[in-house]
């Protein structure tokens, strides 16, 4: 089993920056796709990112492409995304997850989620 936990949210001024982090516990993530999702009220979960565990290459979802950034620390056991110029449509909760499946965007392991604001 693995424990995920998300941290770094909060409010921020649209054109700003947050970088969140997720910390696994009980298993190394080192041999595990991560990756992060959001779900903004009223809306289905959306993809955000992933990155897999064996060369560390990265995916995004359309909407933060160019802007978000994905990164792991396996040392740490703890996977953070870095978001930058941030709009009001970015404003969600935002969950880490481990282990893909089938594809990066199916998940095994989910964390609880961490708010993200983005005031205009």
């Known amino acids: 089993q693995v424990q995920l936990a998300e941290s770094g949210g909060g409010l921020v001024q649209a054109g700003g920056s947050l970088r969140l982090s997720c910390a696994a516990s009980?298993?190394?993530?080192?041999?595990?796709?991560m990756g992060w999702f959001r779900q903004a009220p009223g809306k289905e979960r959306e993809f955000v990112g992933a990155v897999t565990w064996d060369v560390g290459n990265t995916d995004y979802g359309d909407g933060v492409k160019g802007r978000f950034t994905i990164s792991r620390d396996d040392a740490k056991n703890t996977v953070y995304l870095q978001m930058n110029s941030l709009k009001p449509e970015d404003t969600a909760i935002y969950y880490c997850a481990a282990d893909s499946l089938r594809t990066l965007r199916e998940y095994h392991y989910w964390g609880q989620g961490t708010q993200v604001t983005v005031s205009s």
């Open positions: 009980g298993r190394t993530i080192r041999f595990y796709d």
